[in-house]
């Protein structure tokens, strides 16, 4: 029934399966360096549709439609779905999942919702209420950059700090038996906000949360820094990554030489001009369907530390000045 | 978390590491995109000045020819891409000014034309609009007032 570890951390003792897993993406992140590790590259960024928004929701559906494919089930033999994206009123989701006929829990976590969603599958497994649950998330550059930017078509100059929003969706099925990677360990993130106001600035804005929960999940685990190997977080860009290493070694936490960062990952940032990297709740959902559990179930790495990063602000807030609070969940994940 | 520094220090702190704006290259773009845009126009208002146009009507269809480049290439998905090299310089010219206009109208299409192309065209453009008439009106006061 799991153990409660800490005020954040829980052990899952039953240690859900992570049976299945999908990823499908746009053009630009199928031609970056974990290209290959995506199960489909759409080269058209509205995927048949018109408009952004049903193309997101495509993305959704089709990632959901692998998950099952790929784990050999289908849709009545899922009991919860947990699912969120970037867009108000969190619609990918709503629209993406409208016809899937599983009961449905939308999320928003910003681009923390990967790690939200499978914090809350893997628990409801874990509890025995499910016997199976779908974690998925989406988010689409031109409808991110739509509702939270400008125009696309606009010919403004981007700050260093930017980070480009990724077109795709990453899902996972979180199951009972089986012997693919386990989660083990949850720490759930507190809300914390220091400060930022530049919301061109998400790195800043999301490095203490990050740091906040890896600190947490170290302390109340008890476990050697050294267990895990490899610490990932969500999209702090390169100039989060370099912040939250810092902020960690004050802390006593060093693991500069297992750390990375999604958002760093999944772009060349050089020759995709993507400035601090990528960014939005697929940044984390596809590396982590993409490329991470692909190593762990070819055990080419056996123990991963999942910490999805979100930045928790609206483009209103940001208007009136507010400033940017931030969070961060991880996830432990092991092959046992 | 026990936070070592204030939020102040922690925004100077990661202030101080983030990466810089290229300034010296933004200048210099600025000044070549936004000088290329403008020796165009030069030529366009050179050419109809030639045909016998008077001045005054040259330099207004010059205006109107550039207005006219900004929104096309705003259309060919090109003026993005200008505007990104450029900065300032594609920006300030009237060709981003049009750019300004086309790109919100041509992304909110899919939300109609009333609320969506109609409403949202001058979501960039309206504060430069608004500023700009106001400024024009204090100016006008001031001009009256010296040479009354």
Same mark, same amino acid.
């Given at each position: 029934?799991?153990?409660?570890?800490?005020?954040?951390? @829980?052990?899952?003792?039953?240690?859900?399966?992570?049976?299945?897993?999908?990823?499908?993406?746009?053009?630009?992140? !199928?031609?970056?360096?974990?290209?290959?590790?995506?199960?489909?590259?759409?080269?058209?960024?509205?995927?048949?549709?018109?408009?952004?928004?049903?193309?997101?929701?495509?993305?959704?559906?089709?990632?959901?439609?692998?998950?099952?494919?790929? !784990?050999?089930?289908?849709?009545?033999?899922?009991?919860?779905?947990?699912?969120?994206?970037?867009?108000?009123?969190?619609?990918?989701?709503?629209?993406?999942?409208?016809?899937?006929?599983?009961?449905?829990?939308?999320?928003?976590?910003?681009?923390?919702?990967?790690?939200?969603?499978?914090? &809350?599958?893997?628990? %409801?497994?874990?509890?025995?209420?499910?016997?199976?649950?779908?974690?998925? +998330?989406?988010?689409?550059?031109?409808?991110?950059?739509?509702?939270?930017?400008?125009?696309?078509?606009?010919?403004?100059?981007?700050?260093?700090?930017?980070?480009?929003?990724?077109?795709?969706?990453?899902?996972? %099925?979180?199951?009972?038996?089986?012997?693919? =990677?386990?989660?083990?360990?949850?720490?759930?993130? /507190?809300?914390?906000?220091?400060?930022?106001?530049?919301?061109?600035?998400?790195?800043?804005? %999301?490095?203490?949360?990050?740091?906040?929960?890896?600190?947490?999940?170290?302390?109340?685990?008890?476990?050697?820094?050294?267990?895990?190997?490899?610490?990932?977080?969500?999209? &702090?860009?390169?100039?989060?990554?370099?912040?939250?290493?810092?902020?960690?070694?004050?802390?006593?936490? +060093?693991? !500069?030489?297992?750390?990375?960062?999604?958002?760093?990952?999944?772009?060349?940032?050089?020759?995709? /001009?993507?400035?601090?990297?990528?960014?939005?709740?697929?940044?984390?959902?596809?590396?982590?369907?993409?490329?991470?559990?692909?190593?762990?179930?070819?055990?080419?790495?056996?123990?991963?530390?999942?910490?999805?990063?979100?930045?928790?602000?609206?483009? @209103?807030?940001?208007?009136?000045?507010?400033?940017?609070?931030?969070?961060?969940?991880?996830?432990?994940?092991?092959?046992? | 978390?026990?936070?070592?520094?204030?939020?102040?220090?922690?925004?100077?702190?990661?202030?101080?590491?983030? =990466?810089? +704006?290229?300034?010296?290259?933004? &200048? @210099?773009?600025?000044?070549?995109?936004?000088?290329?845009?403008?020796?165009? !126009?030069?030529?366009?208002?050179?050419?109809? &000045?030639?045909?016998?146009?008077?001045?005054?009507?040259?330099?207004?269809?010059?205006?109107?020819? %550039?207005?006219?480049?900004?929104?096309?290439?705003?259309?060919?998905?090109?003026?993005?891409?200008?505007?990104?090299?450029?900065?300032?310089?594609?920006?300030? =010219?009237?060709?981003?000014?049009?750019?300004? $206009?086309?790109?919100?109208?041509?992304?909110?299409?899919?939300?109609?034309?009333?609320?969506?192309?109609?409403?949202?065209?001058?979501?960039?453009?309206?504060?430069?609009?608004?500023?700009? $008439?106001?400024?024009?009106?204090?100016?006008?006061? $001031?001009?009256?007032?010296?040479?009354?």
């Amino acid at each position: 029934m799991g153990t409660r570890l800490g005020k954040q951390t @829980i052990r899952l003792d039953s240690k859900p399966v992570i049976q299945s897993w999908a990823s499908i993406v746009g053009a630009k992140e !199928g031609h970056g360096p974990l290209g290959r590790y995506f199960d489909e590259i759409i080269e058209d960024e509205y995927f048949g549709e018109k408009s952004f928004e049903r193309a997101e929701s495509k993305f959704l559906r089709e990632t959901l439609a692998k998950t099952l494919m790929k !784990g050999g089930v289908s849709a009545g033999d899922i009991q919860y779905i947990f699912a969120g994206d970037l867009l108000n009123q969190c619609v990918a989701a709503n629209f993406g999942l409208r016809e899937s006929e599983i009961p449905f829990f939308g999320l928003y976590g910003a681009c923390s919702t990967m790690a939200e969603s499978l914090t &809350l599958g893997s628990l %409801m497994v874990e509890g025995g209420f499910a016997e199976r649950c779908v974690c998925i +998330t989406s988010s689409h550059f031109c409808s991110a950059e739509k509702q939270f930017r400008f125009p696309l078509e606009f010919g403004n100059q981007r700050p260093p700090t930017a980070q480009w929003t990724v077109t795709g969706s990453g899902g996972v %099925m979180v199951g009972k038996a089986g012997d693919g =990677p386990r989660v083990v360990h949850v720490t759930t993130g /507190k809300i914390v906000d220091m400060g930022i106001t530049d919301s061109n600035d998400m790195g800043s804005a %999301m490095a203490p949360a990050a740091c906040d929960t890896i600190t947490a999940h170290f302390r109340e685990t008890n476990l050697p820094l050294n267990h895990y190997e490899l610490i990932v977080t969500g999209d &702090l860009g390169i100039h989060g990554k370099n912040l939250c290493l810092k902020l960690l070694e004050e802390n006593g936490i +060093t693991i !500069g030489d297992f750390y990375d960062d999604c958002g760093v990952m999944i772009y060349d940032q050089k020759k995709q /001009k993507t400035d601090c990297g990528g960014s939005g709740c697929a940044c984390s959902a596809v590396v982590l369907a993409g490329y991470i559990l692909e190593k762990l179930s070819k055990r080419e790495l056996n123990r991963v530390l999942f910490v999805a990063t979100g930045a928790l602000h609206s483009p @209103i807030t940001v208007q009136q000045g507010e400033s940017i609070p931030a969070i961060a969940h991880a996830v432990g994940i092991e092959m046992v | 978390m026990e936070q070592k520094r204030t939020k102040e220090e922690y925004k100077k702190w990661s202030q101080q590491q983030a =990466p810089r +704006t290229p300034k010296a290259r933004n &200048l @210099i773009m600025a000044f070549f995109v936004g000088g290329i845009i403008c020796t165009i !126009g030069q030529l366009i208002l050179r050419a109809l &000045l030639n045909t016998g146009m008077p001045k005054d009507d040259a330099s207004s269809l010059t205006t109107l020819f %550039m207005i006219f480049i900004g929104a096309f290439l705003t259309g060919l998905n090109v003026y993005d891409d200008i505007g990104r090299v450029g900065g300032a310089g594609a920006a300030i =010219p009237v060709t981003g000014f049009a750019n300004s $206009i086309v790109s919100p109208a041509m992304e909110y299409k899919k939300e109609g034309y009333v609320m969506g192309v109609g409403a949202r065209m001058f979501l960039i453009a309206g504060p430069v609009l608004v500023y700009g $008439i106001i400024s024009s009106i204090v100016v006008g006061i $001031i001009y009256y007032l010296v040479t009354r």
